[in-house]
């Protein structure tokens, strides 16, 4: 086993703690099987619960390059891989365009070769020559086309990438994967079969409060916990879009930045826009009630 991986479940959790992720007992036992199998670790979840987070308290944890490809409607292997540096040889072509016939024949299988080449996120992190083995972040899967995943295949699998023009790439060592999904649409059981899986649901009130202390300084506990318990009725309600822990995140540190001692309506009311992000829900919320959901934020935050 890599001497910087965590030996256990405990030190998973001791990790994450240093680098400021409060995680349940389920998620730092799935990260420790990832790491300790050399598996891709698969989070799905909503929006905002801390999926991409993971692997970057994982980079900075472990002191691993982070590398991470964005997902989108579209991307494709070139964007994903590599791609050609087409100036470059160009210009490459015009400098030896006397050369003789013997030349430029040679001269075709140069531009083809390693320096004109452009890595991009996946072969950046199984090409791990430069040094010890990256985090491979690729972030909402799900935003990709279904053709995309079925590229992914042999990156998850083997651990390795083919340039047609220059043959296949293996890590020496394999680089710690993580797949993220918001579950906007079905992935794959193809692609999932190659990871270890983990939900991430909304932490309770009790770890939320937790993970705003350890990233809004200056907040009060008590604050802590009633912002929590706030966001918590408010994804009970039927709303659009729930806030996330990131939202939640921001909240408080818009309370304190205002100097907010306590949550009543008006200050609810006046910064509503670092939790909705999307002007029907605001409108479900500006509905007059939310005095009483205030309320009961103080009543569940006592019972914490």
């Not at 980079?59 to 964007?79: K, V």
């Not at 394999?174 to 579950?183: D, E, K």
């Not at 059981?189 to 705003?212: G, N």
Request: net charge negative; charged share 25%.
């Amino acid at each position: 086993m890599n001497p910087k991986i965590p030996a256990s479940v405990d030190d998973v959790e001791a990790l994450l703690r240093r680098g400021e992720y409060v995680a349940d007992r389920p998620l730092a036992v799935t990260i420790f099987l990832a790491l300790s199998l050399s598996k891709p670790l698969f989070l799905e979840g909503e929006a905002g619960v801390g999926k991409t987070e993971v692997a970057k308290v994982l980079a900075r944890m472990l002191d691993r390059r982070l590398i991470r490809l964005q997902c989108y409607e579209g991307l494709d292997a070139n964007h994903a891989l590599y791609e050609w540096n087409y100036a470059k040889q160009i210009l490459h072509i015009r400098l030896a365009e006397s050369a003789s016939v013997a030349e430029r024949a040679a001269l075709e299988q140069e531009i083809f070769g390693p320096a004109f080449l452009v890595k991009r996120p996946l072969l950046q992190a199984i090409d791990d020559s430069g040094g010890p083995p990256a985090v491979l972040l690729i972030d909402e899967i799900d935003r990709a086309d279904e053709e995309f995943e079925a590229f992914l295949l042999e990156v998850l699998s083997d651990n390795q990438v083919t340039v047609p023009e220059l043959g296949t790439f293996k890590a020496t060592v394999p680089p710690i994967v993580v797949l993220t999904s918001n579950r906007t649409r079905e992935v794959h059981d193809a692609l999932k079969r190659r990871c270890l899986y983990q939900w991430i649901d909304y932490p309770d009130i009790e770890r939320e409060s937790a993970i705003v202390a350890s990233k809004v300084p200056g907040i009060e506990a008590r604050l802590a916990r009633l912002a929590c318990a706030f966001v918590a009725g408010l994804r009970a309600e039927p709303l659009y879009k729930h806030p996330g822990v990131a939202e939640t995140i921001d909240w408080a540190a818009a309370l304190v930045a205002l100097g907010a001692q306590e949550i009543d309506e008006r200050v609810a009311v006046e910064t509503i826009g670092c939790l909705l992000k999307y002007q029907e829900d605001v409108k479900k919320v500006a509905d007059g009630a939310m005095g009483m959901r205030v309320a009961r934020a103080r009543q569940a935050a006592i019972g914490t």
